[in-house]
């Protein structure tokens, strides 16, 4: 059984920093698109940034672009993000996921399922983070 854990989100003020952290337990046997999810209240959850396992390419939603950077390290089998210049707009709950199912072009265009489901899909519980003004 796969399952994700998020952690290091946390309360920083405008232009600060943060770094996410996802630890994948249980084994992911094929390749698939990591990504970052936010969902702030009253809004839908979005893509925020994505991850292709097998060869690293990237996407980054264009209202994070330039100030976050996805990696992961595939030897600790750990997925992050780390956010720069943070805004009170990025305050949100941040999920982790790995989508198992979705074609390579879309993690690369960040056209990702919000409905992912095992065996197909996995998410995390999420970590909340908080930008003050």
């Known amino acids: 059984q796969v399952q994700l854990a998020e952690s290091g989100g946390g309360s920083v003020q405008a232009g600060g920093s943060l770094t996410l952290s996802c630890a994948t337990s249980?084994?992911?046997?094929?390749?698939?698109?990591g990504a970052w999810f936010r969902q702030a209240p009253g809004k839908e959850r979005e893509v925020v940034a994505s991850?292709?396992?097998?060869?690293?390419?990237?996407y980054y939603a264009s209202s994070v672009k330039g100030r976050f950077t996805i990696s992961r390290d595939n030897a600790r089998n750990t997925l992050y993000l780390q956010m720069n210049s943070l805004k009170p707009e990025d305050a949100a709950m941040y999920y982790c996921?790995?989508?198992?199912?979705?074609?390579?072009?879309?993690?690369?265009?960040?056209?990702?399922?919000?409905?992912?489901?095992?065996?197909?899909?996995?998410w995390g519980q999420g970590t909340q983070v908080t930008v003050s003004s």
């Open positions: 996921a790995a989508d198992l199912e979705s074609p390579p072009s879309d993690c690369y265009s960040g056209s990702l399922s919000r409905q992912l489901r095992p065996p197909f899909g996995y």
């Open positions: 249980g084994y992911i046997h094929t390749n698939y698109c």
């Open positions: 991850i292709f396992s097998n060869n690293g390419r990237t």
